[in-house]
């Protein structure tokens, strides 16, 4: 066989096909990357850094509010907004982020990007628009679409999904979200800071269905109090596009009773579907399951030669996530004698409303199902008995830890700095620390010293509850103080 | 010899000795407490707490103006700001979290709190007020009071320290503030953003001089783009009271040149010096040293049962380098053959500014100094280069790693959520992790994928330089890929 084109030719240029480029490339490789639409993928244009851009132009105008309402500064608390400038710093920050991603940058790399559709042939080789391309190993990144409720009257209705709706020139006056996951949740708060009517139709029983069941009760709180209505258990069933003055109709189910919600934008945000049409999948031997292309623990799928990460794979639809298994699958490749297993059990998440939710580990409903009902206990902080907090009148939110006797084995944290919390208790159950490392010094007054209190807390609780301990302690009393 | 009165008795309410009181309580012994000023210390009362709930105060003014003058919000930005109801914020966040510290919950956790001075009488006799009390174990937390530059007109000078400052009723015009270290720059940033304009006058060549320069540097920036007037390497000669509009003059050598600052009011924030003094140290054989009570490295002071902990000791007066040492103590107290000495290697602080300052570890000079020059490399990643930093339009900042080799050994951290960062890298310092479990799942975009950036760039610059790795991976890619 001729020597192949390429060392590694991966498909697709969003997180998980820019981690195994560069990482590839920076290990040596010979790497090819094909990207028919746009490099940096959902996440720098339409995902995670236009909603951060727009929730923080939000942010500034709720805090500009907030200072009026208090008294604080002598201005109008129904100030208008101007939603263009809050769409120019979206745009700004995509601009600014995204030479880091573009073909250029891979180019100086050593990267040689393609502006093509990829379909696989077989045999390493790899339709790349009109011409052939060999390859050792081929790394599918394929990623992911919005997945698009299928009910009556969908296919007439012009709605948004996180593709266009950082292109809207004028904020809408209502808008009804679909979906109450994380990006539903980011984009209710924002549009509703930023002057929208939002109605938020969440089909599951709880906003944010993969955090601990807290987190989703004080989010849906928060929403509600800054204006958003939140509809749970709420089945999208039809939808009605109308042309006067562009109001949409959606009939919803909420517990048996229909109600009818006026909106003059939808955004569709109800969960993903990975994208593995068109790429000769099936003609490669390459299997894909329910949740997107099958793979093993070693990101290998079932076709010799060929490998697959991030959004297309799962189970985790996160940036990181697909940055995790992008760096495994890169060691896997290099070292195929030494081979490890990709391990998600540490990772983190985060929703990045204000107070941002994250979690990490086994949720506490998880844990009980998993080790039974009597083998987990919670320790529970609110936010109210955190000084920093309490400084900074920020009191929504809590540190919950989840724990198997001693151990933690999940933790969910509501707070305004929640995302960076977070990854001090990952960091713990990634390395397998005991929870006592906790007790070391944590700088006050932080938000992360609430990490610190809960521990304490749950070290009490523990106490006052062990007769083994008031025992060794009267004998430890005697010994040490004759008392 | 009669059975004392209690096991332990607390000399100070502040942190060290509330840390102190519950655990030793928690921990089943019979405690006793003597304040003779404020339960909670100067932390609550006049310290962490008012300072943060006033930076938070300035920064929503300062959040309303930015709004303004993005034009994200129509609004003046030059709107008045109402210092009382700043003020107002302040002293309800110093109420909310008091009766948590109060004599009253002491007493119902079992803490028997004496209102009074206290003076030791030797042979563990206290004299409480107008009582003598006995006490197996005497635990001096005295804490510390700023400490007064000693120049002509000092005496005459009616001047703020952060036991006033937080009872202004009004803002001050020109407010002159003389040291540059963490207090000196939170309350000048927090003056400035409501409105004073603010002279900081510090002794040392730069601010935050126990931070890495860099950090100094930017802090620097930062203040005077906010219109704070920064002296460095300036030594206060003589102050003139005035009582022409109650205006005060300081004269202030700069570099041989001397300098006038008028103000209309004086924060003295030039460090800290140990409350030592009326408490019959001497007669009972207690050693005190320039910096305080003198201690081993179990806490023990040079008389038998008395210890001591806190800023009454040092070398760090923070609140949580105080509960560190009173942790420890009680320990070590109650397993006295088992007694571990304290460790305050991996003890990180911040500074509150926005954005925030901290540090862990050794600073790039120190590490020079104790390893060598050639023994030493950093890695600074600018903020700029941090999506999140740049969906919020907060660049202003770093991620900077000092190394011995591939080993960590100090960190310093300019961000807006740089309190929070430190505490992972305090976290890995302290339980002496590898460095590369910085590469575990980091959500995107937080602040804190920036740590994971950064290691990133140190495993790349040190690849790049090793002849060892490069022949290894040539190796590795021959056998690997047959390339």
Redesign the interface.
């Known amino acids: 066989m001729a020597?192949p084109d390429f060392?590694i030719l991966v498909v697709g240029g969003g997180?998980a096909g820019l981690t195994v480029s560069i990482a590839g490339r920076?290990?040596?490789?010979?790497v090819a990357q094909v990207e028919r639409y746009r490099m940096g993928g959902e996440?720098l244009g339409t995902g995670?850094?236009p909603s951060?851009?727009l929730?923080?132009?939000a942010a500034?105008?709720h805090?500009?509010?907030?200072?009026?309402e208090?008294?604080?500064?002598?201005?109008?608390p129904a100030?208008?907004?101007?939603f263009g400038?809050?769409m120019a710093?979206v745009q700004a920050?995509i601009e600014?982020?995204a030479p880091?991603d573009s073909a250029q940058a891979q180019g100086r790399r050593g990267i040689k990007v393609f502006d093509a559709h990829a379909t696989l042939l077989g045999g390493g080789r790899v339709q790349v628009g009109a011409q052939t391309v060999t390859a050792?190993h081929i790394v599918l990144c394929t990623g992911s679409r919005p997945r698009i409720p299928d009910v009556p009257g969908m296919d007439q209705l012009v709605y948004h999904t996180h593709e266009t709706i950082f292109g809207l020139t004028h904020l809408p006056g209502q808008l009804a979200i679909i979906g109450g996951g994380p990006e539903g949740c980011e984009l209710a708060q924002a549009f509703a800071r930023l002057g929208s009517r939002v109605v938020l139709i969440q089909r599951n029983r709880r906003l944010l269905a993969n955090d601990d069941e807290e987190a989703s009760a004080l989010i849906r709180t928060v929403l509600e109090r800054e204006g958003v209505t939140v509809l749970t258990s709420a089945l999208l069933k039809r939808v009605v596009p109308s042309d006067v003055h562009h109001a949409r109709l959606l009939h919803v189910d909420v517990n048996g009773q229909e109600h009818t919600i006026e909106a003059d934008a939808v955004l569709v945000a109800a969960g993903r579907e990975p994208v593995v049409d068109g790429l000769g999948l099936d003609e490669a031997g390459v299997k894909v399951g329910p949740d997107g292309i099958v793979v093993d623990a070693y990101m290998r799928t079932t076709a010799p030669g060929i490998w697959a990460c991030g959004d297309c794979v799962g189970p985790y639809r996160?940036?990181?996530?697909a940055?995790?298994q992008g760096?495994q699958l890169v060691r896997n490749?290099?070292?195929?004698w030494k081979m490890r297993p990709i391990d998600?059990r540490?990772?983190?998440?985060?929703t990045f409303t204000d107070p941002e939710s994250?979690h990490v580990g086994l949720t506490e409903a998880a844990a009980r199902s998993k080790y039974g009902k009597g083998a987990i206990r919670t320790v529970l902080l609110p936010l109210s008995?955190v000084?920093?907090a309490?400084?900074?009148?920020a009191t929504d939110g809590f540190v919950k830890y989840t724990l198997r006797g001693q151990k933690l084995v999940g933790a969910q944290v509501v707070a305004p700095?929640a995302?960076?919390?977070?990854?001090?208790l990952?960091?713990?159950l990634?390395?397998r620390?005991p929870r006592h490392?906790l007790?070391?010094?944590?700088?006050?007054?932080?938000?992360?010293?609430a990490?610190h209190q809960a521990n304490d807390r749950a070290n009490?609780v523990r106490?006052s509850e062990s007769r083994v301990w008031s025992f060794t302690?009267?004998v430890?009393?005697r010994f040490?103080?004759?008392?």
């Open positions: 020597r060392d997180s920076a290990l040596g490789m010979r996440c995670c850094v951060k851009a929730l923080h132009a500034l105008a805090a500009a509010r907030e200072a009026a208090a008294g604080l500064v002598e201005a109008d100030a208008p907004i101007d400038r809050a710093h920050a600014t982020i880091h050792r996160y940036t990181h996530a940055e995790t760096r490749l290099l070292f195929p998600l540490g990772l983190p998440w985060a994250a008995e000084d920093r309490v400084c900074e009148g700095r995302g960076e919390l977070i990854q001090q990952a960091l713990l990634h390395q620390l490392v007790e070391s010094a944590h700088v006050y007054p932080t938000y992360s010293y990490l009490y106490r302690l009267r430890l009393r040490a103080l004759g008392a």
